[in-house]
């Protein structure tokens, strides 16, 4: 397993080394910090490090988790408690986040964990997190279950799942005329739960599924499953998958022709920093939905640019999603003066949440409920900056971009 990653003030210390992101608290204290447990308030982020993932999650997110932490304590500075961070690479192995997980509760104190890219383990962390009585930020992690079939009370599904994504981008393709799906899946939770939902909006749409291959995670060859797929006649070609294997699936379907032919290659997950690898010229034209866009607003482009100015990159949603949980995270501990994770909970799902990156509310589901944004790729010509990348086509509403609570078969919500 590898060594897990401690920052202090933006720099990396060694693992093992207690410190933190702030000065010990003074005896004088405010004596609502007091109920704040060990004193110290502890953050992991726990995400894919160096595997297909890494990109849009990785260093990126811890980036984006220390930048909330110094926000904070800039806008607080009357909150005295200390706020260490600490991170670590799951590999993409259920086993090696599980146990990472469990060390950090039982033995480091750690008292939230945060990001989660990789359905599975999402979905493993967050029970561990349920059983112990302590909070699971989800913000990389995309399968429908975390705030549906397997919810708790203590785990917030943050930037996206696959019911926001399939009512995004494969609706807008089957309203286009585009009736015949054939599926290139990656062979694990989310690919399932992505294909599985996109297969309710294409069934309702009047649409069906024609055919579809699994592959496994991190495939570095998608010809068979590509040439099965242009044999299959299908209009349109989806991409249950994520990361690098979304963009070597894609520049394999333009060696092939199939971007030039009547068949589109639709990813279902896709974050701005695969656009980036790909290149305009063969991103182009692409459908996406997103929960964030750095050109947004001006808003998104303030916190976007200082972002750039630590990681020399825009950052994904999933990173601004980091930020977002975990500034509101700090703030909730503030308000209730405790680290309790029910009190925190409660707090978080009680109120609005406009953080200049995210505007929305927690559902009593654990669903973070916000606006999502139908997104095109720019042609080459019509980018007139660096990471300016997409047309904003509509913004799909939280209402429309969320599994209705009367359809949930999650256990905390109520029957009405």
Not at 244 to 249: H, K, L, N, P, R
Request: proline share 3%.
């Amino acid at each position: 397993m590898k060594k897990e990653g401690m920052c202090i003030l933006g720099k990396v210390a060694k693992a093992g080394v207690g410190l933190s992101l702030a000065m010990a608290a003074l005896p004088a204290a405010q004596a609502t910090e007091a109920k704040i447990s060990d004193n110290l308030v502890k953050i992991g982020v726990l995400t894919d490090m160096s595997g297909p993932y890494s990109d849009f999650s990785g260093a990126g997110a811890v980036t984006a988790a220390q930048m909330a932490v110094e926000d904070f304590q800039k806008a607080n500075p009357d909150f005295k408690t200390p706020i260490e961070l600490v991170s670590a690479d799951h590999q993409n192995k259920i086993d090696v986040g599980m146990a990472r997980a469990n060390s950090w509760f039982d033995v480091d104190k750690v008292d939230v964990i945060t990001e989660l890219v990789t359905s599975n383990i999402a979905l493993a962390v967050s029970k561990i997190a349920a059983d112990k009585n302590r909070v699971a930020l989800v913000s990389g992690a995309a399968s429908l279950p975390l705030t549906n079939e397997q919810c708790n009370k203590n785990t917030v599904h943050w930037v996206y799942d696959t019911y926001s994504l399939s009512n995004g981008t494969a609706k807008y393709v089957l309203d286009s005329g585009k009736k015949n799906w054939y599926f290139i899946t990656v062979n694990y939770t989310f690919g399932g739960a992505m294909m599985d939902a996109a297969g309710k909006v294409i069934e309702k749409n009047n649409g069906k599924i024609v055919g579809s291959s699994k592959h496994p995670l991190n495939s570095t060859d998608f010809s068979s499953y590509l040439l099965n797929a242009q044999q299959s006649n299908a209009d349109v070609i989806a991409l249950a998958n994520g990361g690098q294997d979304t963009i070597t699936a894609v520049k394999q379907a333009a060696e092939f022709g199939i971007t030039q032919s009547k068949q589109s290659i639709l990813p279902m997950v896709m974050f701005i920093n695969d656009i980036h690898a790909l290149g305009l010229d063969a991103a182009q034209g692409l459908m996406l939905t997103e929960g964030f866009y750095w050109d947004r607003d001006d808003k998104t482009r303030d916190w976007s640019e200082r972002y750039y100015a630590k990681t020399n990159k825009m950052p994904s949603m999933g990173q601004a999603g980091v930020y977002s949980s975990v500034i509101n995270y700090l703030d909730a501990i503030k308000q209730t003066g405790t680290d309790e994770a029910d009190k925190v909970m409660a707090y978080l799902k009680s109120k609005e949440i406009d953080d200049g990156l995210f505007k929305g509310k927690i559902r009593e589901d654990g669903k973070f409920a916000h606006d999502m944004l139908l997104l095109e790729v720019k042609k080459p010509g019509e980018s007139k900056r660096p990471w300016d990348y997409y047309h904003i086509k509509g913004v799909i509403s939280a209402e429309d971009a969320n599994l209705p609570l009367s359809e949930s078969k999650c256990h905390l919500v109520t029957k009405r």
